[in-house]
């Protein structure tokens, strides 16, 4: 290894050693006061013509703005959409990673994204808000419809990380949520609720598979996520009307933070055991395992078997 590499190696390190918790706010639908021209803003629009017998009623006409894919500085994409009410926008999509080129590093301060968001939009000549919708933003005057939680939970290598997610995706449960929902990368829990979405995924494995929206991606980012299993809640309408947070002043750090935790200590999984402590019949399979002749003691139904129950019943991954 060269004195150059080891440096950025260590300089890695210490980065990663530096970073104690990340809790952040990934996807975001809003809508919010901001003036516009909805025609410039808007990737066309529809007509709507009520019918009256044979013929259509042509002084009752409604117009509805298409939403437009906007794609910020990094390649990542946005979402926004004029709405029927006079100066009101729809926009959904990562804020962070399209204002910074990534995600895997975040922010809690909702109303300063968005603040940020529209001061860009603004300086791209793409909105026209007033100073008294400008200060109304920064106070968190805006509706959230829609927004996803975070938190990077950190290990010490790939390997314990990636086994972590796969005792997830094997033997992990969560009350009140049957509907779980397996991915090559991941796992959901009630992936189709109205309500609430759970999600665990291995975010190393993620931003490769996303690499091109994900421009800004230093070395010392991609080894943390190569740590890194996100857990993400992700709160729809229904859920935040419940709870009264609906409008971005009614959220704070603190409230992210502990709506995150909670969510996360909800989940069951097998305690880890060690190897001592298995049962004799496993700890053979273990040994067997270990020095490589897994094949020659065992039919391949059998190896199956045994790894299924090791991770199931002692949430031990081979």
């Known amino acids: 290894i060269t004195f150059q590499a080891y440096q950025a190696k260590a300089k890695t390190q210490k980065f990663i050693e530096n970073v104690k918790e990340i809790y952040a706010v990934d996807w975001l639908k809003i809508e919010i006061h901001c003036d516009h021209d909805s025609i410039t803003l808007s990737d066309g629009m529809t007509t709507y013509i009520q019918k009256q017998g044979d013929s259509f009623d042509l002084d009752n006409i409604s117009l509805s703005y298409k939403k437009t894919c906007l794609k910020g500085s990094y390649n990542s994409s946005i979402f926004i959409k004029s709405t029927k009410e006079s100066s009101v926008l729809e926009i959904e999509g990562n804020f962070f990673k399209f204002l910074y080129g990534q995600?895997?590093?975040?922010?809690?301060?909702?109303?300063?994204?968005v603040s940020d968001l529209i001061e860009y939009l603004k300086d791209n000549d793409l909105v026209t808000p007033t100073a008294e919708q400008l200060k109304k933003i920064e106070c968190g005057d805006f509706k959230i419809t829609l927004i996803d939680l975070n938190k990077a939970l950190v290990f010490e290598t790939k390997e314990k990380a990636i086994n972590y997610l796969n005792r997830i995706r094997t033997a992990g449960s969560y009350p009140n949520r049957k509907n779980k929902h397996v991915e090559d990368n991941g796992v959901y829990f009630n992936k189709e609720s109205k309500r609430l979405v759970i999600k665990y995924y291995h975010k190393g494995t993620e931003i490769i598979a996303n690499s091109k929206h994900q421009s800004a991606i230093t070395d010392d980012l991609k080894a943390l996520a190569d740590l890194t299993v996100r857990f993400e809640i992700r709160l729809k309408w229904r859920d935040l009307n419940d709870k009264e947070k609906l409008y971005a002043s009614s959220w704070s750090d603190e409230f992210i933070r502990n709506t995150v935790d909670t969510a996360h200590s909800k989940l069951r999984l097998p305690d880890e055991i060690s190897l001592e402590h298995l049962p004799k019949a496993y700890r053979k399979f273990m040994i067997c395992y270990e020095q490589g002749?897994?094949?020659?003691?065992?039919?391949?139904?059998?190896?199956?078997?045994?790894?299924?129950?090791?991770?199931?019943?002692?949430?031990?991954?081979?």
């Not at 002749?293 to 081979?318: C, F, N, P, W």
């Open 103 to 113: 995600n895997i590093t975040g922010t809690t301060n909702i109303t300063k994204l």
């Open 293 to 318: 002749q897994v094949h020659e003691a065992y039919t391949d139904s059998t190896i199956k078997r045994y790894k299924s129950d090791l991770m199931k019943k002692y949430g031990i991954s081979l």
